[in-house]
């Protein structure tokens, strides 16, 4: 599944760890996520015969959403109506569940307005228009600075940029950092943070077929869910949205894909790569297969603990297979060779202008070993993967910010910046329940990673654990702590205490006199965190500097058709639906629900690959119904996409909504280095399986009427 | 569940990095792993009032049955029927089983003895007797030599003497290394390669609870199999046997369990722990998460898949748990102070007496941390972790046993001393099915995990792929290797070839003209790999000697009664039938079958709390039975075991059998370091539960009469 890493990666981490190296890589064919305001107009005219008007971008710009929580999704109605994947919604669905309502397993219809579910924490973005401010950033930059100084004075500046902007337009305001450093552009986005559930299928058969499937083509999915944006309390009234197409797709249709990738790495060195290869993926895989573990014996308990792990043990499955398909590209000779042959053209060509300066390519790995020197303590600390817990998660917000807000605006931690202060406290505030035992089950978990990590000896181990084992530990702090909302309080039980917003607004002397043990241990490890991400962001901005060198060159040479790696922004792709050949067989690129039933029946019918009840009882009918059987459910095209894609809208030549990213097949993992269509594809839900399966399976009237699909429904059913 | 390592962990990495660190520890109450020739009497008598005849002692060690494949037994009847767990005789039911028998899951019940299935490579070991050689295996070695000339003195000493004694009495003949290096004992074994299944319950009733259960207390599992040891082709006349106690232990019961504990550390410096804490079970631990997560990938791939995966998967997640129990412990303040402030005292009394000479103490720290520095790679390449398939164990025995068999026999590497001979060929030769999907998946996982490890420009990582990636060189490996036995070849295919016997009997001549790839990988890695294993083994040495001056000073201070660390030798524990206190409840010591209906129903008979068809069935019928309801199903005890003790018949003071130990619970995981009685338990299920399943669920009448039991049943059933 395309899903940005789970949350617990704090931003922060990603921030660090994921270090954005996006720089031009020299398109072909369909590849290239594009930002709205550089798509490269001739080479579509060329390649597809198509010019896309203004019209047809705007609406397709501001019906296009990202979920903050790591995904995409589109306006489909005009009262705010936004589709997305299930797995993009399951955050939610799993926050807005409890012991008595399981909405990420069973699914959930709103009957009413009335009866659709607040998210506790979901926010929303639609972009409303991109600035380029490049120049004014690089103009606080000199070049006498040393590389911490020059990150500071960039990081002032950017934040300077995004409150004005703030100010003056009420809008979002974020200074994405593209071509690594080559540009700086100001996306203004409107916000939704009221955002309720309407409805979300069950995960049976949002994700049919399981992990054994993930990342598997053919693929039988219904991975999607609607949500309504509110706006003052009312549905929001949204001037553009997504019209459902006619028809669906045939193989040979162009189709466009406009969401939000979140990360690659084509523009990477070689240097960053061997890294990525040899240090960052191999301990993301530790880390994974450890939580893997750890989650799967937990949900063993007992149905309880099946489903307070069920969104996090699908989010660590995913990232598990995911990495495990960037690795095997990394671990093969032939993309090395080949990115070694262009690096060292482009490189010969940029290394002899230097005149005596030293080479960009040997800053990048000089700051790289620097980076991957300190990446372990990094990820322990900054990362917080030696203390997992959201109870640990909002001490640190607290603690910070009370700390940060005593600073001007631009010299705090990013995160901390006046302009993101309403996200940040979404998030601190949301009312998710979080439940003891598996947040004891996790931090005595990363507590005991801790201590193997840095050994039993470690004297920031000995501080941390406090002359407790690691569980007792986590259970003493997790008792302790009021930084969260508990979930467990049956009934006749008094509910626990939460202190975040007291805390929170008490600032520097309501933290400094409280005696939240969470808190205190949030308070223990920040200064050597601190120090870890200050060596790390100043590494950064070398690579930075040295990136934005290897991108002047690249831009003089090859001119403006260069599209920038990924940054969880809005970009345009555009493919073809399209077979391939695997082990000489041709995978045909729709597939049906006549594939679904006969997949569950070659099966067996046993799970991953059984159906759930509702679809059991309409199957004797839907099967005899041969016009439901032949519609399309699944496609795959040729279209570029990565994490963070999940959920994008994919449009017809006419704008309109044909399909649903949800996933790319194996051969697509290695995208996040390299394009290629040979056999990589993403996998979109069909719209008119999702159209047939609403209407005939579900029966969700009032959602068919507001698609504009409910006469055309009660047609096919006559 | 006490299991021993699974095999994939080769004898060789387990003797190099389970370092015996064997030491005698003071006893106190029901402590104690006591080999048959040294046992405590006086205590015995002392603290439980009895008196052990020698009669008695003759027919529990001579009942008592070890499985090579990590576990324990015991004769049941005069015609060799043996009795031990379902998870100890899973590696049998996974290899006999294939496509479309599946015994591991489903079951097996020999309806004749000519239905009796011969297991493909199992071999049992009775302890006949055994002789003290201390004195001439150290007169072998003199103080002069340096480590790796001492090591190789005595590992040719024991050779010699272990072949003199297999000549002399046909008997499988081991010097065994007690006190790690305190003594060295011979044991003769009398041998049975040829062993049969004669019945086996459903996994789901073996292992209920599963994941969830294992380790822990209440339990409620029909851990039991039931083999038979042929001779010459008939079921062999046994000596001695166990009869089956006529009533079940109550609360309070002495009980004895005669067994073979696999290893334990409680003689471990504290230098030692720390390492194993820091070094070593961090590494095993990111081993079994790492194929945990492969193995249930596998396994979701389809019901063949989860079959051939099935024992493995089992006992992966089975050494992940007990090892995180022992991190726990290890992680325990309170455990290390403990252990801190006992080897200050000892090496008060020691160091006093060097006269300038270094401190054993030390020596062995100096040691380990030299072992530390090899592990990983050591575990990599002589551990085979990184060429994880059956495939490349066979090619490796085939390279080694062409160029060691060149060699005297006290020179070569210890597994292919002569004596050893019939052991090693069994392995070799066994028939198990191997799958190439299976074999390919498990080794592309572990080639990625070498070259992420050693990273992926690493020269031998770079031999190793020749130039393809993990998953095409995986590939290639396995398709063109012809050293095993195929499981897959479907009706009208063509058998594969498998050229073991050809190559091993041809030698070196036949292995240096093979161009299998699988051995052509064992030959590039094993130079590299003795290497390591050198360094290993004198480092090994020097601790053995170290080791050895703090036995004999402890020896002279404590007298006899102490016992060695365990080391996969007969033992004999006892303790008794007890309950314990847990989060201020009382945990009673004897479950029922009531009981484990009970949990059934509590968790909703969803897995791994469903129960098998046949239990199905019969449910209404025995609920209405009072007394099969109130029948012993477990108990638990103060016994002192640990793994490798799976399967021990446990007997009363009359030497009747009334249990089989088949775990211990959670707070019996730091035993390997340290006993303790206060919430530790050994888990047995009970005689009385055998018995009444066999007879009431699986009506088995033939094995009800072989056990004497036949009877008995008949009355309650009137």
């Known amino acids: 599944m395309h899903r940005l890493p789970p949350r617990r990666l704090a931003p922060s981490l990603a921030a660090v760890l994921l270090a954005a190296c996006a720089l031009a890589w020299p398109a072909s064919a369909d590849e290239g996520m594009w930002p709205f305001n550089g798509l490269p107009a001739e080479a579509l005219a060329e390649q597809h015969d198509v010019r896309l008007t203004p019209e047809w971008l705007e609406r397709l710009?501001?019906?296009?959403?990202?979920?903050?929580?790591?995904?995409?999704?589109?306006?489909?109605?005009?009262?705010?109506?936004?589709?997305?994947?299930?797995?993009?919604?399951?955050?939610?669905?799993?926050?807005?569940?409890?012991?008595?309502?399981?909405?990420?397993?069973?699914?959930f219809t709103a009957a009413t307005r009335a009866d659709e579910l607040k998210c506790p924490d979901l926010e929303l973005n639609v972009l409303m228009s991109i600035e380029d401010v490049t120049a004014r950033v690089e103009a606080a930059v000199t070049p006498v600075m040393s590389a911490a100084d020059a990150f500071a004075a960039r990081r002032a500046v950017m934040a300077t940029i995004e409150q004005e902007s703030l100010a003056a337009s009420g809008l979002?305001?974020?200074?994405?950092?593209?071509?690594?450093?080559?540009?700086?552009?100001?996306?203004?986005?409107?916000?939704?943070?009221?955002?309720?559930?309407?409805?979300?299928?069950?995960?049976?058969?949002?994700?049919?077929?399981?992990?054994?499937?993930?990342?598997?083509?053919?693929r039988f999915n219904l991975d999607v869910c609607f949500f309504r944006a509110y706006e003052s309390g009312m549905p929001a009234r949204v001037p553009h949205h997504l019209p459902w197409a006619p028809r669906p797709v045939a193989a040979g249709d162009l189709v466009f894909v406009s969401g939000h990738p979140g990360h690659t790495d084509r523009a990477a060195t070689l240097a960053e790569l061997v890294s990525m290869r040899d240090v960052r993926i191999p301990a993301d895989l530790q880390q994974l297969n450890r939580l893997e573990s750890l989650l799967a014996a937990y949900a063993a308990e007992g149905p309880e603990e099946q489903r307070q792990a069920a969104d996090d043990l699908f989010g660590v499955r995913n990232g598990r297979k995911s990495r495990l398909g960037m690795q095997a590209g990394l671990l093969d000779p032939a993309v090395i060779a080949r990115r070694r042959a262009a690096e060292e053209r482009t490189r010969g060509d940029i290394d002899a202008g230097l005149a005596g300066k030293q080479s960009p390519y040997d800053r990048i790995a000089a700051a790289q070993r620097e980076l991957d020197s300190i990446a372990g303590r990094l990820r322990l600390l900054e990362g917080a993967t030696a203390f997992n817990s959201r109870f640990f998660a909002h001490a640190r917000t607290i603690l910070r910010s009370a700390a940060e807000r005593t600073r001007p605006n631009g010299e705090r931690l990013r995160e901390y910046r006046d302009s993101n202060r309403e996200s940040l406290e979404l998030e601190l505030f949301s009312a998710e329940p979080l439940y003891d035992t598996y947040e004891t089950a996790k931090l005595a978990d990363s507590l005991t990673h801790l201590a193997a990590a840095l050994g039993g000896d470690d004297p920031l181990v000995q501080q941390v654990l406090a002359g407790r084992s690691p569980r007792e530990r986590a259970?003493?702090?997790?008792?302790?702590?009021?930084?969260?909302?508990?979930?467990?309080?049956?009934?006749?039980?008094?509910?626990?205490p939460d202190s975040r917003r007291e805390l929170y607004a008490g600032g520097d002397a309501a933290v400094a006199a409280s005696q939240d043990p969470m808190l205190?241990?949030?308070?223990?490890?920040?200064?050597?965190?601190?120090?870890?991400?200050?060596?790390?962001?100043?590494?950064?901005?070398?690579?930075?500097?040295?990136?934005?060198?290897?991108?002047?060159a690249r831009f003089a040479r090859e001119g403006a058709a260069m599209y920038p790696d990924a940054t969880f922004t809005l970009r345009l792709a555009w493919g073809t639906v399209k077979a391939y050949e695997e082990a000489d067989r041709t995978i045909e690129p729709i597939t049906t629900f006549a594939g679904l039933f006969a997949r569950a029946a070659a099966k067996r019918d046993t799970p991953p690959f059984d159906l759930p009840p509702r679809w059991q009882a309409e199957r004797r009918a839907l099967e005899q119904d041969a016009a439901f059987m032949a519609t399309p459910f699944n496609f795959a095209s040729t279209a570029d996409i990565i994490g963070g894609n999940s959920g994008s809208p994919v449009v017809n030549r006419a704008g309109e909504l044909v399909g649903v990213i949800f996933d790319g097949n194996i051969q697509s993992l290695v995208l996040g280095i390299a394009y290629d269509d040979t056999q990589a594809r993403a996998v979109s839900v069909d719209a008119a399986g999702i159209r047939a399966a609403v209407a005939r399976v579900y029966r969700a009237n009032e959602l068919l009427a507001e698609l504009g699909l409910a006469r055309a429904e009660e047609q096919s059913l006559k």
């Not at 100001?186 to 992990?211: M, N």
């Not at 308070?523 to 060596?535: A, G, M, P, Q």
């Open 61 to 107: 710009q501001q019906s296009s959403v990202r979920f903050n929580s790591g995904g995409s999704g589109s306006f489909v109605s005009a009262e705010g109506l936004v589709l997305t994947n299930h797995h993009v919604g399951a955050d939610s669905l799993q926050k807005l569940s409890d012991a008595t309502h399981d909405y990420f397993r069973n699914g």
């Open 172 to 218: 979002r305001s974020d200074v994405v950092t593209l071509y690594q450093g080559g540009a700086y552009h100001l996306y203004r986005s409107k916000k939704y943070t009221d955002v309720r559930l309407v409805f979300a299928p069950e995960q049976q058969i949002a994700f049919f077929g399981g992990d054994a499937d993930n990342f598997e083509f053919p």
């Open 475 to 496: 259970a003493e702090l997790v008792r302790g702590t009021t930084l969260g909302h508990r979930g467990e309080a049956g009934p006749g039980e008094a509910a626990r």
């Open 520 to 552: 205190a241990l949030a308070r223990l490890v920040d200064e050597e965190s601190r120090r870890l991400r200050k060596i790390a962001e100043a590494a950064q901005e070398v690579k930075r500097q040295a990136h934005a060198e290897i991108t002047r």
